[in-house]
């Protein structure tokens, strides 16, 4: 389960890379796969406030989605 700590960081550097560049699309999609990996880590070993943490980037990200017109 550790492996979804370190791809869900990966994952959300990446994002966090592709939406200052411009390409916002992808990274709001990549920022919500890389929160999730986060969440279901965070909520298997307990850490709940660091899992409602990542729920609410979830949320900022398909909210993100939404104001592009994606969603």
Do not use: D, H, W
Request: net charge negative; aromatic share 18%.
């Amino acid at each position: 389960m550790k492996e979804y700590e370190y791809v869900g960081v990966m994952l959300a550097v990446a994002a966090y890379v592709l939406i200052v560049m411009g390409y916002l699309e992808n990274g709001f999609f990549l920022g919500c796969l890389a929160s999730t990996m986060l969440a279901s880590y965070f909520y298997m070993i307990r850490l709940i406030p660091s899992f409602l943490l990542q729920v609410f980037f979830i949320c900022a990200n398909i909210y993100g989605l939404v104001n592009i017109g994606v969603i």
